[in-house]
């Protein structure tokens, strides 16, 4: 039935690939015929096979100043800009949003589903902390940019009436969802490569592997495994917060803590196949790296919050980790004791099929299970 249908996918942005970019990925291999749509496009050549080579038909900021490296800085200008994009001669609309995609303006006879990755964080619950990292707390720029997010809140409001479904990435983000703009939504996890088991031995290391920036905690992680001084840890990434955590590091005198920079997937999951552990401090939306993790079979010390929950058991008989309650040394310092005396509770392969559930095939079937039954029951609601 959907091949026949003409789609348009309105993605946030092309510029890497990530995790939202992985869920159009598995959208366009469900609906190849399907065109795209973005803010902006600025993949190279050499990046562009998970979206098929394809055109994107793009808005007017891909041709101002200095967009390919400040894109996120005409943030003001996007709700316009997404709603010039010209979406009249499609059937099926699907929006990949956690900024504007989803308020591409459609009409009835068309079908807006929206996978929402989460509602705009800096505009919501996440404004105040937006603005204290972006040090925009006072001052005429402060607000400014507190004008600004008002007026995105009340755009981004009303857009959602726009959207006939929501498709949330975990309970987490149904629950936001619900939340800012009172809609249910429906979870359906997003797509991780799960890797193979294959019985390598345990090293006495923790991991700790992300972008290194605030609100990922990575500062927590080092500052926690530096007052356990025998305990190694080993941290990959990247990022701004590299200079302050060296320095944090430097200020001590535990020799315990690894930097390695930015590692190739190969060598990440090298390091994550021999680690006792991975350890996760940041509150996700849902959380790729812990389930990548968990699929090498490695359990996870995580911050209880966020859609970790989901991926996560840390009750029952089959554990694959522990959660700490939380944002703090001395939390997260208890998580680690729980996790060493929980001596051989936390198996591989419990951690690898827990994993399992969370694959690209998972997440193909699920969507398009769902895609069925919501063109079948917006077409009798249209007759």
């Not at 891909?62 to 059937?91: C, G, H, N, V």
Request: with cysteine; glycine share 6%.
């Amino acid at each position: 039935m959907l091949e026949h249908l003409k789609v348009a996918i309105v993605h946030e942005w092309f510029v890497n690939y990530a995790g939202s970019e992985r869920v159009v990925e598995q959208i366009l291999q469900l609906l190849p015929h399907a065109d795209l749509f973005a803010v902006v496009d600025f993949l190279e050549q050499s990046q562009r096979h998970f979206i098929q080579h394809k055109q994107v038909q793009t808005t007017f900021i891909q041709k101002l100043p200095f967009a390919k490296t400040k894109f996120r800085q005409y943030l003001p200008l996007m709700p316009l800009a997404i709603e010039q994009l010209d979406l009249s001669a499609y059937d099926l609309v699907i929006s990949s949003s956690h900024a504007v995609a989803k308020g591409v303006l459609t009409a009835p006879h068309q079908l807006h589903i929206a996978y929402v990755h989460s509602p705009m964080r800096y505009a919501w619950d996440l404004q105040h902390q937006y603005l204290h990292e972006a040090n925009l707390t006072k001052g005429l720029k402060g607000w400014l940019a507190r004008w600004i997010l008002h007026q995105l809140r009340i755009w981004d409001s009303r857009t959602a009436n726009g959207v006939d479904l929501f498709i949330a990435n975990s309970t987490f983000i149904a629950r936001r969802i619900y939340k800012v703009y009172r809609r249910s939504a429906q979870v359906i996890y997003p797509p991780v490569e799960i890797a193979a088991l294959d019985g390598t031995v345990r090293e006495d290391f923790y991991l700790t592997a992300s972008r290194l920036v605030p609100y990922k905690r990575v500062d927590l992680i080092v500052e926690a495994f530096l007052e356990m001084g025998d305990r190694r840890l080993v941290v990959i990434g990247e990022g701004e917060q590299m200079t302050r955590l060296k320095a944090m590091v430097a200020k001590s005198t535990a020799n315990n803590i690894q930097f390695l920079g930015y590692q190739s997937t190969a060598i990440l999951r090298d390091y994550g196949r021999r680690a006792r552990a991975f350890v996760f401090a940041a509150e996700e939306d849902f959380g790729i790296m812990p389930v990548e993790m968990q699929s090498l079979g490695t359990p996870i010390i995580a911050y209880g919050r966020g859609g970790i929950c989901d991926s996560v058991v840390a009750q029952g008989d089959r554990p694959t980790g522990c959660f700490f309650a939380e944002q703090t040394v001395a939390s997260l310092r208890l998580a680690v004791l729980e996790f060493e005396n929980g001596g051989d509770r936390f198996l591989p392969e419990h951690c690898h099929a827990r994993a399992s559930r969370f694959s690209s095939e998972r997440f193909r079937q699920e969507f398009a299970d769902l895609l069925q039954q919501a063109w079948q029951d917006f077409y009798e609601f249209k007759i």
